[in-house]
Nanobody
Framework: QVQVVESGGGLVQPGGSLRLSCAASGFTFKIYTMSWYRQAPGKERELVADISSAGGTTNYIDSVKGRFTISRDNAKNTVYLQMNSLKVEDTAVYYC?????????WGQGTQVTVSS
C-alpha cells in the first residue's frame, strides 16, 4: 500500500536549520510530484513546497523562499525539505504528500518547533 513517512522534525532555535525526510513506498515514486505541507496550531494546512517528478521544477510559498529547499532522490524514494534560517512562525506539523489516481495521500507528520 501507499505509504509516506516523515522524519527529522524537532526543536530548534530561531535562525537554526533542520532537514526533513520523507520515505515513500507502494507506488512508482519517480513519476509523481511530491509536496510538503504544514499546519500550525489553529491554522489551515498549507502547501509549503512541491517538486516535479524528475526534480527539475520546484515551487515554494513566498514566506519560505530563499530559506527552504525541496529536493528528491528517486533512487532512494525519498524527498527532503532543507529548512534554514528558521523562524518562530515556521512552527508547525510538517506533512509529506502526493496525489495518486485522484487521491491525496498523507504521512503522519513531523513536528517542527522553533523557539528560544
Amino acid at each position: 500500500q501507499v505509504q509516506v513517512v516523515e522524519s527529522g522534525g524537532g526543536l530548534v532555535q530561531p535562525g537554526g536549520s533542520l532537514r526533513l525526510s520523507c520515505a515513500a513506498s507502494g507506488f512508482t515514486f519517480k513519476i509523481y510530484t511530491m509536496s510538503w505541507y504544514r499546519q500550525a496550531p489553529g491554522k489551515e494546512r498549507e502547501l509549503v513546497a512541491d517538486i516535479s517528478s524528475a526534480g527539475g521544477t520546484t515551487n515554494y510559498i513566498d514566506s519560505v523562499k530563499g530559506r527552504f529547499t525541496i529536493s528528491r532522490d528517486n533512487a532512494k524514494n525519498t524527498v527532503y525539505l532543507q529548512m534554514n534560517s528558521l523562524k518562530v512562525e515556521d512552527t508547525a506539523v510538517y506533512y509529506c504528500s502526493t496525489t495518486l489516481w485522484g487521491h491525496r495521500y498523507w504521512g503522519q507528520g513531523t513536528q517542527v518547533t522553533v523557539s528560544s
